[in-house]
Structure formats: structure tokens, C-alpha cells
């Protein structure tokens, strides 16, 4: 073998650099902080290589995280759709005129025609007071005690459907019109059903919290027991790096990114997902609402929601793999 | 303050039999020494309580003014920054090149990719390595792979460097290279302590010998060398 070179000669070479000094322990801070950083973008660049070059170990992982994360966003995009359609229905229902008990039936046609002929308006109905009596009487099963009454106490109503495409502030303007008539008492807007629409939403916007809630925990399982294979397989190398001065967050560190890739791929393919998804069901949407005489489209998920999405799962896969870290990674000590 | 202090150290494994028991000494700064002894009298007990790869029984461990025995696990790591170790089962990683390797303790540390580089050569060059960055270390000779692990220990430029049977694969003519090396070391101003069996070896070079018999340490052997590295790094 060639002599080995002197480390005496080595060590008169090495102050040329500052932290290359005789203690060479000693590195400046500018140096440590450069370095930090530096080794950070190395394990990032690192570990997410090795995600990309060789997927098939983890492809698995991506696809849970992703069908994970696909299923609440798609009954979020769902949801976010329906809240929206139902704003545009929010004036478009039925109103109920109600008339002074002191109007005649016959006065009541009057006005009756008066409002069919009206702008925006698709149907009229009269109610008289003595209908409206007789459809209480049956409903309410009040009849001994409706009797004891000395006269009618309803008025009679004139029911007024807008039509469906009506733009809901002219809906509201119909409304005003109506109620500053001489014969009309007061004008109610139905949302009857809207409100049982906005209370089945808001049920199943809590749903989709939930399963949310569960999907999350789904991944965390998953990124947590992927990771742990692969400390399992490294044990060697981390065994190692602690006995040559390795810091516990320098071994932890490549775990994390992976963590965080994971996250990141997961949800870039849910994104692909989704998309096909809306791609796939908007089509028919569009067809479905044209049939009904409205331009509505499909909303794709928003972009907020979409990074949530995306932040979301990232966060999700480094807080598995941190608690995968912490569980396992403290048994391999040199 | 000496570079090394044991203290009354005694070390039982559990369920074993004491591996250490009440030894003391100390390792001057720049000082060179052998430690000597039969198989499983405690040669890699000792060295091991010097990087808290286990903890004594009994007793204190300075390294450097530290107490390691009780020193914070979040302090061990820059412990073992300043302590190269040579292992006896060599301790590297097939996975990937002697470069990646030897670098390995740099890049813990810190150190810019270039400059790193730069010590890699220079020590894997004091090994007569040069050449062997791009090989895996599997396809290595045992004593091939022994420098790797000693060029591994020194590219730091540790202040006390520790050897576990570094010559133990090696022949008489390359053991003696490496200590030659080693005391080129010491002469620059680190701190050596080397476990070996070799006895021809140790009397060849006559420096200070630790003799371990079942745990217990007899001191003896001359000084000489140690004048030579009695000037005190600051
Ligand atoms: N992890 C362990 N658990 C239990 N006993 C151990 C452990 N490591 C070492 N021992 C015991 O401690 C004693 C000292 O072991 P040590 O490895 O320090 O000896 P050694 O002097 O290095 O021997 P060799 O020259 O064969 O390497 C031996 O009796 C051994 O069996
Ligand atoms: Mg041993």
C-alpha cells in the first residue's frame, strides 16, 4: 500500500478555511445555520427521490392517503354543489298571500287575476276562508273546540309560485309589490322546505366532519406503520449515525420529509381523483339541469378547499410519521 | 484536566458478571496508550462507557471534563462529535460507498459538501485508500474495510480517538502502518487509546499499557511518547 499520507501535514493544511480550524469541531454559526439549511433541502430533495424513483414500496401508502382523502373531498364538493343550488332556490319557492279577513271572495278573484298577470309570476291558487277552516279542521283534529269560535278566524290566502328561474331579488320585489296591496294583510315566503334542505346539509356537512375525522386518523395509521418499516430497515444506518454523533432530530429528519411526501403524493393524486370524478359526473349535471330550463354547472372543488386538501394531508402524513418516530425510534440506541 | 477520567468505574451487565470493576485511571491530553488484555476481560466495556454506548454500575466517566454517565442524552451526540471511534466489528454500512461512508461523520457535523470532500480524500488517503471512494465497502478485504472504519473515525479530527482491535484483520506489516499512523496522531496533539491483543505488537512500540484481567486494571508499561504529545492542544 501507498504510505499514508501524514495527518500532521493535514492538520497544517486545514486552517486555510476558517472551520477547518486545528479545534475542527468548532464551525462559525453563519457556517452551522448554512449548513442546516442545506442539509434540510438535502434530505428533502433525498428522501422524496427515493419516494419517486421507487414507488412501488409506498405505492400502496399513496393510495390510501389519496382514496382516503378522495372520499370526504368528494362529499365536500357535493355538499359545497348543494348549498349552492339551494341559495339559487332560497326566493324561489311558493308565498303565501294573506288577505284582510274583510275581503270578499270575489274580491279576492279580482286581485287573484291581477297578480296572475303579473311579471315573474308562473301560477296563482285561492284559499278561501272557509277552505282554509275546513283544511285546518282536518289537519289539526281540533274539531269540537273549532267549533266554539264565533267566526272564522283565518283569512283567506292567495298562494303565488314564482317562476323557477326568477332571480331571488326580483322574487323579493314580487313580495314587496304584493304586500303594499290594500286587500293584503301580509305575505310570508315558503322556506319551509329550504330550511328542512339547510338542516339535512348541515347534518351532512357534520358527517362528512366525522368520517373526515375517522379517514384522517385512517392515515395517520398508515403513514405511521409505513414508516416504521422503513426504520425497521434501517436500523443499521441509524445505529451508526447516533455512535458517529448523529443528533436525534438528524435521524429523525429523513422520516419526517418521507412523512410529509407521503402527504403531499397522497394528495396530488385525490386531486387526480376528484377531478376525474367531477369530470365524469358534471357532464350528466349540466344535461340533467338543462332539462329543467337552468344553466347550472357543476362547481369543481374550490381552490381553497383543494389546498386544505393538500396541507391537510401533508400535515397528516408528517404527524404519522413523527408519531411513528417518536414510538420507535428512541429503542435504537447504539 | 486530563482528557480521560475513570473513577472507581465498575460496569455489570445485567444478569452478567461484573465486566468492569472499580477501575480508575486517567488519559492525559496528547497521550498515547494501549489497553490490553485477554477476551472478554472488559477491553470494549471500557471504551464503550467513554461514548455512553452504556452506563457504569458504579463510579464516574469524564471525557474532555464532561461526566458522561450522567451527561443529557441530547448532549451525547456532540460527545461522540469529538471522540473518533474505531469499532472492532467495523460498523459500516453496505448500502453504500466508502465515500458515503467516511463522510458520514462530516455531514452530521455540518460540514460544506466541498469541504467535506476534501477531508474524505485527505482521509482516506492516511489509510492509502485513495482511489476506493466509489467502491462498496462489501467488496472490500476485512483490513480494507478496518481503514475505512479508522478513516472514518479520524476525518473529523477527533481530540481522543479510540480503536477497538483496529489491527485485528490486518497483517504484521499494515498493523504496524496503522500505528504508525495512530501515533501520528498523537503527535499532532489527540488523545489514543487502542484495545488490542497484539502483544509483539505493543512491545515493539512501548507506550503506556492498561492491562484489564476479569475487570480489574493494572497500570504499567513505559510513558515514551508521551513527551512527544505533551503539548497541550488549547
Ligand atoms: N451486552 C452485554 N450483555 C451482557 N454481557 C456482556 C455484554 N457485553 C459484554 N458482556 C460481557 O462482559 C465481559 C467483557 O466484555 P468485553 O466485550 O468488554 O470484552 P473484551 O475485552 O472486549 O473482549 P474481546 O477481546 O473478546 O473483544 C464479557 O464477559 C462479556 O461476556
Ligand atoms: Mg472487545
Redesign the interface.
Known amino acids: 500500500m501507498s504510505a499514508p499520507d501524514s495527518p500532521k501535514r493535514q492538520t497544517a493544511n486545514a486552517p486555510r478555511k476558517p472551520q477547518a480550524g486545528a479545534s475542527t469541531h468548532k464551525i462559525s454559526l453563519k457556517d452551522r445555520l448554512n449548513g442546516w439549511a442545506q442539509q434540510h433541502q438535502l434530505v428533502a430533495v433525498e428522501t422524496l427521490m427515493r419516494l419517486l424513483t421507487k414507488p412501488l414500496g409506498s405505492i400502496m401508502t399513496w393510495l390510501v392517503i389519496a382514496i382516503s382523502l378522495t372520499l370526504p373531498g368528494a362529499m365536500w364538493m357535493t355538499l359545497d354543489n348543494l348549498s349552492q343550488l339551494s341559495n339559487r332556490f332560497q326566493a324561489s319557492g311558493s308565498m303565501s298571500v294573506y288577505l284582510k279577513t274583510a275581503v270578499q271572495n270575489d274580491q279576492a278573484q279580482q286581485l287573484l287575476s291581477r297578480i296572475e298577470s303579473m311579471d315573474g309570476v308562473a301560477d296563482v291558487r285561492f284559499i278561501s276562508a272557509d277552505e282554509a277552516l275546513a283544511e285546518f279542521r282536518a289537519s289539526s283534529g281540533l274539531g269540537e273546540a273549532l267549533d266554539l269560535l264565533p267566526e272564522n278566524p283565518l283569512p283567506g290566502v292567495i298562494v303565488v309560485e314564482p317562476e323557477l328561474a326568477l332571480p331571488q331579488q326580483d322574487v323579493i320585489a314580487l313580495a314587496d309589490t304584493l304586500r303594499s296591496e290594500s286587500r293584503v294583510d301580509s305575505v310570508e315566503l315558503d322556506t319551509a322546505w329550504l330550511d328542512r334542505l339547510h338542516a339535512l346539509l348541515a347534518l351532512s356537512e357534520r358527517i362528512v366532519w366525522v368520517m373526515g375525522a375517522l379517514l384522517a386518523l385512517g392515515i395517520l395509521l398508515v403513514v405511521g406503520n409505513t414508516i416504521r418499516l422503513s426504520i425497521a430497515a434501517r436500523v443499521d444506518e441509524i445505529r451508526v449515525t447516533k455512535l458517529v454523533g448523529a443528533t436525534n432530530a438528524w435521524v429523525r429528519r429523513p422520516f419526517l420529509y418521507t412523512g410529509l411526501w407521503f402527504g403531499m403524493v397522497g394528495g396530488l393524486v385525490s386531486w387526480i381523483l376528484l377531478a376525474i370524478g367531477w369530470a365524469l359526473v358534471s357532464g350528466p349535471v349540466e344535461d340533467l339541469a338543462a332539462l329543467y330550463g337552468s344553466e347550472y354547472r357543476l362547481l369543481p372543488l374550490s381552490a381553497g378547499a383543494a389546498l386544505v386538501l393538500l396541507l391537510g394531508a401533508m400535515l397528516l402524513g408528517w404527524l404519522g410519521a413523527w408519531w411513528s418516530v417518536v414510538r420507535h425510534l428512541h429503542r435504537i440506541e447504539p | 484536566m486530563p482528557m480521560v477520567r475513570f473513577d472507581g468505574v465498575s460496569k455489570s451487565y445485567p444478569g452478567g458478571k461484573e465486566a468492569l470493576s472499580k477501575v480508575s485511571f486517567e488519559l492525559a491530553r496528547g497521550e498515547f496508550a494501549f489497553l490490553t488484555g485477554h477476551s472478554g476481560a472488559g477491553k470494549s466495556t471500557l471504551l464503550k462507557l467513554m461514548?455512553q454506548?452504556e452506563r457504569p454500575s458504579e463510579g464516574q466517566v469524564f471525557v474532555d471534563g464532561d461526566c458522561v454517565n450522567t451527561m443529557k442524552?441530547?448532549q451525547v451526540?456532540?460527545?461522540?462529535?469529538?471522540v473518533g471511534?474505531v469499532?472492532q466489528n467495523h460498523?459500516?454500512?453496505f448500502?453504500r460507498t466508502v465515500y458515503d461512508n467516511v463522510a458520514?461523520?462530516l455531514?452530521?457535523?455540518?460540514?460544506?459538501?466541498a469541504?467535506a470532500a476534501r477531508?474524505v480524500r485527505?482521509a482516506l488517503?492516511?489509510?492509502?485508500l485513495?482511489g476506493f471512494e466509489r467502491r462498496n465497502p462489501i467488496e472490500l478485504s476485512g483490513g480494507e474495510q478496518q481503514r475505512v472504519g479508522i478513516a472514518?473515525a479520524?476525518v473529523?479530527?477527533?481530540?481522543l480517538l479510540l480503536a477497538d482491535e483496529p489491527t485485528g484483520n490486518l497483517d504484521p506489516e499494515?498493523s504496524e502502518?496503522i500505528m504508525?499512523?495512530f501515533l501520528?496522531?498523537q503527535?499532532?496533539?489527540v488523545t489514543v487509546l487502542i484495545a488490542t491483543h497484539d502483544i509483539a505488537l505493543i512491545e515493539r512500540m512501548g507506550h503506556r499499557r492498561l492491562i484489564l484481567d476479569h475487570g480489574t486494571l493494572h497500570d504499567s508499561g513505559p510513558r515514551a511518547g508521551f513527551e512527544r504529545g505533551d503539548h497541550v492542544?488549547t
Do not use: C, H, T
Open positions: 461514548l454506548m442524552s441530547s451526540p456532540f460527545l461522540r462529535r469529538k471511534v469499532f460498523q459500516l454500512l448500502d458520514m461523520p455531514l452530521i457535523a455540518g460540514y460544506q459538501p469541504e477531508r485527505a488517503d492516511s489509510v492509502g485513495l472514518r479520524v473529523n479530527k477527533p481530540q499494515l502502518e504508525k499512523l501520528r496522531f503527535q499532532v496533539g492542544r
